[in-house]
């Protein structure tokens, strides 16, 4: 008898639209127990759980699992939650008609790092946002516009960044994009117009933004890492490479914060070169043990590129993200904008604008980090329990863990954990092409699952540690 729950959401595929939405999830729900998804034992998440997950009023779920509760497919007892009802098997179809390819494992649940927990985007406050932002927005709103970006929106970033990440942030210097992905590659263009051969990346890192710089024709060597970050003090000795791309808040994936001496090291040698340092600040926001790093671009504001987003704080879907930039380097960021994609989407830029004026981004942002800091504690302690033997690290800020394990065992913890339904990511998969071999260990995402299925998602973990 199965007494956990997989993510209800990504296991139906839930789109009540048109029907109700208390009949189409009764309808979810009926057809998940039909096909075998949901079965009979099966506890569901509790009314108030499914509720914020689907977003939806709770006593839309309530009055859905009663009805199903009297229709006999489900059951409900006093202590013991709402279970999927035992149910008479079905008569066995003809032997030829059944058969078919065997089905793909479903993944019940995932831990890979880079996304937040999207079930808690805070709808209400983000429409209410809206509602008032359309209501005082000019006509000429809706035009084409200035392709750095609606002006309340780099306006009320300037203030903020200022105050919760210490940038230097005029507002004429500051680009909206499409998230840091564009911005990176909106930046590899002009750098290469710039005539620039060699960006340097951290050892470990996206292969994807490698994979963006490549593509624009630039070469990505690496720059070793080491417990106090990257090593910035060897760009010197880096000869022809003229910028380069750091997470220093956080270095992802190894978690670990840029050391103060190697801080000044990368501006000195900025600064000495004319060289160029992109700064991803992809969750700087997001610290829970002291209080935030600083920005490297307070710093040195035309040595320093700062690119943040709202994916991590917020919900990658939004696809909003913002660059600040030299004062030299803004008018061929920006033609160079104008030649793919001339502008990003006004509403939502001047939705993010209203939402951040009126103090519901500080509010949104102090709740998930008391949240993502008690599934942090929650995930130490768990593996303090049932995985003694396993070292966590990188979790003084962020989203993610790094989990030692023993040499040799990466590839077969991962296998494992495909095996029962868990996705999980190694540290190897985040390993620049020329960097030697390290460590094995694992890269935890906690901060992905909904709430309701964080507590399975970290069981499934323990039990495939070794």
């Given at each position: ?342 502008m990003t989407g006004t509403v939502e830029q001047l939705t993010l604008a209203e939402f951040i004026a009126s103090g519901a981004y500080d509010r949104h942002v102090r709740s998930m980090r008391l949240r993502y800091r008690r599934r942090r504690d929650q995930l130490v302690a768990a593996l303090a329990e049932r995985a003694p033997g396993v070292e966590v690290s990188g979790i003084a800020a962020?989203?993610?863990a790094v989990l030692e394990l023993p040499p040799g065992t990466e590839r077969s913890v991962i296998q494992a954990a495909a095996f029962q339904g868990l996705a999980l990511e190694g540290l190897a998969n985040y390993r620049h092409p020329d960097a030697p071999a390290g460590r094995d260990a694992l890269v935890i995402g906690y901060g992905s699952p909904s709430e309701s299925a964080w507590a ?11």
């Amino acid at each position: 008898m199965t007494d956990s729950w997989a993510t209800f959401g990504a296991d139906l595929h839930l789109e009540p639209v048109g029907t109700g939405l208390r009949s189409g999830l009764m309808e979810a729900l009926r057809e998940a127990v039909r096909s075998g998804r949901l079965t009979p034992g099966t506890r569901l998440p509790s009314s108030r759980a499914l509720a914020a997950d689907l977003g939806i009023a709770r006593n839309t779920v309530a009055d859905a699992y009663a009805e199903l509760v009297a229709e006999g497919w489900l059951t409900a007892r006093q202590g013991s939650g709402t279970r999927v009802a035992q149910r008479s098997a079905p008569r066995r179809a003809d032997p030829v008609a059944t058969r078919t390819r065997p089905a793909r494992r479903r993944t019940g649940h995932s831990l890979k790092p880079g996304s937040p927990d999207v079930s808690s985007f805070p709808r209400t406050a983000w429409l209410r946002a809206a509602r008032k932002a359309l209501t005082a927005a000019p006509d000429e709103a809706f035009d084409y516009g200035d392709p750095r970006g609606r002006a309340e929106l780099r306006t009320v970033l300037a203030e903020y960044l200022a105050r919760a990440r210490g940038v230097y942030a005029d507002p004429e210097r500051i680009v909206i994009c499409s998230g840091f992905v564009h911005g990176l590659t909106l930046l590899g263009t002009v750098l290469r117009q710039r005539r620039v051969r060699d960006i340097a990346v951290e050892s470990y890192g996206l292969d994807l933004h490698r994979d963006l710089l490549t593509g624009a024709g630039l070469a990505t060597p690496r720059l070793a890492l080491d417990p106090l970050g990257s090593r910035t003090g060897e760009l010197a000795a880096m000869r022809g490479t003229e910028a380069v791309l750091l997470t220093p808040a956080h270095q992802f994936p190894t978690g670990v914060p840029l050391h103060p001496d190697r801080r000044t090291a990368a501006v000195d040698w900025a600064r000495s070169t004319g060289g160029l340092i992109l700064e991803d600040d992809y969750d700087g926001e997001f610290r829970y043990d002291r209080q935030p790093v600083g920005a490297l671009q307070g710093l040195d504001p035309e040595r320093v590129v700062h690119l943040g987003t709202a994916s991590k704080s917020l919900a990658p879907g939004l696809r909003l993200g913002w660059m600040v930039l030299p004062r030299g380097l803004v008018a061929e960021v920006v033609a160079a904008k104008g030649k793919a994609d001339w502008m990003t989407g006004t509403v939502e830029q001047l939705t993010l604008a209203e939402f951040i004026a009126s103090g519901a981004y500080d509010r949104h942002v102090r709740s998930m980090r008391l949240r993502y800091r008690r599934r942090r504690d929650q995930l130490v302690a768990a593996l303090a329990e049932r995985a003694p033997g396993v070292e966590v690290s990188g979790i003084a800020a962020g989203l993610h863990a790094v989990l030692e394990l023993p040499p040799g065992t990466e590839r077969s913890v991962i296998q494992a954990a495909a095996f029962q339904g868990l996705a999980l990511e190694g540290l190897a998969n985040y390993r620049h092409p020329d960097a030697p071999a390290g460590r094995d260990a694992l890269v935890i995402g906690y901060g992905s699952p909904s709430e309701s299925a964080w507590a399975g998602a970290l069981d499934a973990l323990c039990r495939v540690l070794p």
